[in-house]
């Protein structure tokens, strides 16, 4: 079995993931599951998230998988039934489903009122606003559903996935951007919200990883680098993406009341130094 990178025991906890059939997603699920924890996998799609828990299992680790759309509050609230039923109380909630569509993303970085593009006035507003709750309302739903089960009780956390795009707009994608600014912004108010209930509240904020979702705007048809993608590694000191376990210790440590047991509202850039970076 593939060890850890931080000696973190998670033993005895319940983890919940959604989005938990995507690329970092899963990831997170195996990591939480090598560190003890019991882990349900929501996603949309049952058999990407069962395709994940089932490689749990094949490890020695406890999982299920369970077909949930975080848009809904009743599927959410069955699903916290069925995790509460298979497995236990929740006590660490990780809301990681979320995502973008090429409607709700310009073809130009400027406006360019001659230009036979896909401008800020093509925009579709359904599905800018499907980008925006599947971000945003995609987080709020499930909390709802999940933090009943952590309120008063020691040691519980929830952590959220914000984005680069939470610190400032990447050009293009307005609809992921600003869902990703209130990612952010509500896990803060999260954190001051579950203060005194116990519940601790973070998030990170992972910098350029080349995933499916966002493979089209990184990689031509013939699998070269767009110009986009040479924008974003010379803006990224350490001038290269990020690799999916790169994201293991951040999430490892603000999961871990023992070692972060006294940090709440904090959203961490997991990046390459792309957030520090002012391009001088």
């Known amino acids: 079995m593939e060890k850890n990178v931080l000696s973190t025991d998670l033993s005895g906890k319940v983890a919940v993931v959604t989005g938990a059939g995507g690329v970092l997603c899963s990831r997170f699920s195996k990591v939480l599951a090598r560190a003890g924890a019991a882990v349900a996998l929501l996603d949309l799609d049952l058999d990407a998230a069962q395709a994940v828990a089932d490689e749990i299992t094949s490890e020695g680790g406890r999982a299920i998988a369970i077909r949930c759309n975080v848009l809904d509050r009743v599927e959410c609230d069955t699903a916290a039934a069925a995790v509460l039923g298979a497995l236990g109380r929740c006590d660490i909630l990780v809301n990681g489903a ?6 709700a993303t310009t073809d130009g970085e400027y406006y360019e009122p001659d230009a036979d593009t896909k401008t800020f006035f093509d925009l579709d507003p359904e599905k800018v606003g499907f980008v925006f709750d599947l971000n945003f309302l995609g987080t709020l739903i499930p909390t709802q ?10 040691g519980c956390c929830i952590l959220n996935v914000a984005s680069m795009n939470a610190y400032r707009p990447l050009t293009k994608i307005p609809a992921y951007s600003g869902a990703k600014a209130a990612v952010k912004n509500f896990t803060e108010w999260l954190a001051v919200h579950f203060s005194r209930a116990g519940i601790r509240v973070n998030a990170v904020a992972p910098g350029f990883f080349s995933t499916k979702q966002n493979a089209a705007l990184l990689w ?14 010379a803006a990224t000191p350490m001038g290269r993406f990020g690799k999916p376990e790169e994201l293991d210790g951040a999430l490892l440590f603000l999961v871990d009341n023992d070692a972060a047991g006294f940090i709440t509202g904090v959203t961490l ?11 001088v």
């Open 98 to 103: 979320g995502g973008n569509n090429p409607a």
């Open 145 to 154: 559903a999940f933090a009943q089960q952590m309120v008063d009780r020691e």
């Open 220 to 233: 031509n048809d013939d699998g070269t680098p767009t110009a986009r993608t040479g924008k974003i590694l």
């Open 269 to 279: 850039p997991v990046d390459g130094g792309f957030n520090a970076y002012s391009g």
